[in-house]
C-alpha cells in the first residue's frame, strides 16, 4: 500500500539559510501533520492542514510557515535555521472525520551546520 | 509540556519472551494510539483504540484502554529480535482533536 512520501530525505544547512521540506500523503487521505523530533525526544507536533486550511497549530517557531496544496501534498519552510532546529522532521496523514489514526513518512533528517 | 509518562524507559529482554509497557496521564484521552519507530525512520503505526476498557489485538500485540481514560498498556507476546524498536504510546485529548500528544517511549531489546 502507498505510503506517506517525504522529500529529502536528508538535507544539509548552514545557519541563517532557509530549507523546505515536502510531504505528500497518502492518496485519499486529507489531512497533514508536521512533527518535529530532537534526539531521544518523541515527536513534538508543529502543524496540521486540512482541505488546504491551517486546522490546529502546536509548537511551531514562528521563523516556519506550512501550507498544504490542492492536491493534499504539503511543505514545511524553515527560514533563518538555527542550530537547534536540526531534527528529525516527520509528517502524518489521516482521513478527516472517519480516523484519528496518523501515518506517518519516514521522515526528513535535518542538519544545520 | 509532557503529559504522557511510559514505563519502562528501557527493557533489554531474551528472545521469547513477553513484554509489557504502559502509558499513564492525568488527563483523560478519548483515543489511544500505539507506534513503534526504528532508528532513523518515522513511527508505524501498530494499534489504535477508541473506547474505554477496549482490548485489541494485532498478531502478537494486544493494546487496552484503561477504564479511567488515562492509561493504556501494550503487550508483547513471544518477542522476536525485529521487535527492537522504540515503542511510542500516543493520544488525543478531550479538545484539540487532531493534537496528537506522544509518550516518553520505551525502547525495547531483545536479544536472540
Known amino acids: 500500500a502507498a505510503g506517506v512520501i517525504q522529500s529529502p530525505r536528508h538535507l544539509i544547512k548552514e545557519k541563517r539559510e532557509t530549507a523546505t521540506l515536502k510531504c505528500y500523503p497518502i492518496?485519499?487521505?486529507?489531512?497533514v501533520y508536521w512533527y518535529q523530533q530532537g534526539p531521544g525526544q518523541d515527536p513534538q507536533f508543529l502543524i496540521s492542514?486540512?482541505?488546504?486550511?491551517?486546522?490546529d497549530k502546536g509548537s511551531i517557531p514562528d521563523r516556519f510557515s506550512a501550507q498544504q496544496f490542492s492536491d493534499y501534498h504539503s511543505e514545511l519552510n524553515m527560514s533563518s535555521l538555527e542550530l537547534g532546529d536540526s531534527a528529525l522532521y516527520f509528517c502524518?496523514?489521516?482521513?478527516?472525520?472517519?480516523?484519528?489514526?496518523?501515518?506517518f513518512g519516514p521522515g526528513t533528517r535535518l542538519t544545520v551546520t | 509540556g509532557q503529559q504522557l509518562n511510559q514505563s519502562p524507559q528501557s527493557m533489554f529482554i531474551q528472545e521469547g519472551e513477553d513484554v509489557s509497557m504502559n502509558c499513564t496521564s492525568s488527563?483523560?484521552?478519548?483515543?489511544w494510539l500505539w507506534y513503534k519507530q526504528e532508528p532513523g525512520e518515522g513511527p508505524v503505526l501498530l494499534i489504535a483504540?477508541?473506547?474505554?476498557?477496549e482490548l485489541t489485538s494485532n498478531g502478537r500485540l494486544t493494546a487496552q484502554f484503561g477504564i479511567t481514560r488515562k492509561d493504556s498498556f501494550l503487550n508483547i507476546s513471544a518477542s522476536i529480535p525485529s521487535d527492537v524498536g522504540i515503542y511510542f504510546c500516543?493520544?488525543?485529548?478531550?479538545?484539540?482533536?487532531?493534537?496528537?500528544?506522544f509518550g516518553t517511549g520505551t525502547r525495547l531489546l531483545v536479544s536472540p
Open positions: 492542514f486540512y482541505e488546504k486550511m491551517q486546522s
Open positions: 488527563s483523560i484521552f478519548n483515543t
Open positions: 492518496p485519499r487521505h486529507d489531512t
Open positions: 500516543a493520544g488525543f485529548m478531550n479538545t484539540g482533536f487532531q493534537k496528537l500528544v
Open positions: 502524518a496523514s489521516s482521513l478527516y472525520g472517519f480516523t484519528y489514526e496518523q501515518y
Open positions: 483504540l477508541y473506547k474505554a476498557g
